[in-house]
């Protein structure tokens, strides 16, 4: 028989209990992509580095993120990246709004092309959420399969709960979840293509004050 989930705790399995399966609709994003790319996601286990900050991936929570590059050989740009080797058109990031969004808007402003963007879709991880610490943080999952399509994904924004340098976009790919989780936690819902440097640089700011 199963237990009952600790009051103190959020689930994703609770969050799909409530609202059921929605439909997941892909768009092509404004800020670059090529849904249906050839490239696949990669683990970012092993102490990657962020190539945006230079943290290790995984370590501090918050949604991960992975662009590959058509051709374009990506730079870190803080300090040297651990893990690169063999994945030179490949750049990670711990988190979006304050890694991967803002590198890959500077790249794609310099003429670089996406061939895909993937990030962490919490409607493919079993996530919890301690409701009793100070600071609601999301997992960090590393695995290859715990990646979608960025562009093909609802964001919530504007949440009580943070990524690994604060506030961050929670990526669904089952857009009644995104509903569900904003319920819950504050923000509200946003598709790939709302996601420009004005909302970006917002959201840096919410962070600072």
Not at 27 to 49: I, R, Y
Not at 80 to 92: I, M
Not at 102 to 122: R, S
Request: charge should be negative; glycine fraction near 12%.
């Amino acid at each position: 028989m199963k237990s009952e989930p600790d009051s103190h705790l959020v689930s994703r399995r609770q969050v799909v209990h409530t609202v059921g399966l929605g439909a997941v609709i892909g768009t092509a994003g404004c800020v670059g992509g090529s849904p249906g790319s050839s490239s696949e996601p990669v683990d970012l286990s092993g102490q990657k580095t962020d190539y945006q900050g230079g943290m290790v991936i995984g370590d501090h929570g918050g949604p991960n993120g992975q662009v590959f590059y058509a051709d374009t050989e990506p730079e870190p740009r803080q300090g040297p990246v651990q893990g690169s080797e063999g994945t030179e058109n490949l750049a990670w990031f711990h988190t979006l709004a304050h890694g991967l969004f803002p590198y890959h808007l500077n790249l794609v402003a310099d003429g670089a092309e996406a061939t895909a963007v993937y990030v962490t879709d919490y409607s493919r991880v079993d996530w919890e959420i301690p409701e009793d610490t100070e600071r609601k943080k999301m997992p960090a999952p590393t695995a290859p399969d715990t990646f979608a399509d960025a562009t093909g994904l609802t964001y919530v924004i504007e949440s009580d709960v943070m990524g690994g340098m604060g506030p961050d976009l929670m990526p669904f790919s089952e857009p009644s979840e995104a509903e569900s989780f904003a319920d819950n936690y504050g923000g509200r819902t946003i598709e790939y293509d709302d996601i420009d440097r004005s909302l970006v640089d917002g959201i840096q700011m919410t962070g600072i004050n």
